[in-house]
Nanobody, 121 residues
Framework: QLQASGGGLVQAGGSLRLSCAASGRPFSDYVMGWFRQAPGKEREFVAAISRSGGSTYYADSVKGRFTISRDNAKNTMWLLMNSLKPEATAVYYC????????????????WGQGTQVTVSS
């Protein structure tokens, strides 16, 4: 089970940190990812992190502004979002997958419920 939290309303240029708490399975067995879905758009990849946390991957649109991290001892993953832009407004989902790939939704086996992020201009 995955529980995403930390969303909210923030002004453009501000920051938010999302959390994803996992339970029920060995957290370190899973590649973890963040996706987002804006109104009227398909869900898209945002960032992913390897099982150990040693490798991270980002969509070009967030590279340099977002940071993904995890603590396997705490069964938790985070997404620190800086310099937020209005186009970042979306529901953000965390996901866990056993496969080595990370970019596509089909790579993930479990999904959290989503947390709303709204960036005002």
């Amino acid at each position: 089970q995955l529980q995403a939290s930390g969303g909210g309303l923030v002004q453009a240029g501000g920051s938010l940190r999302l959390s994803c708490a996992a339970s029920g399975r060995p957290f370190s067995d899973y590649v973890m990812g963040w996706f987002r879905q804006a109104p009227g758009k398909e869900r898209e990849f945002v960032a992913a992190i390897s099982r150990s946390g040693g490798s991270t991957y980002y969509a070009d649109s967030v590279k340099g502004r977002f940071t993904i991290s995890r603590d396997n001892a705490k069964n938790t993953m985070w997404l620190l979002m800086n310099s937020l832009k209005p186009e970042a407004t979306a529901v953000y989902y965390c996901a866990a997958g056993r496969r080595d790939s990370y970019l596509f939704e089909k790579s993930y086996d479990y999904w959290g419920q989503g947390t709303q992020v709204t960036v005002s201009s």
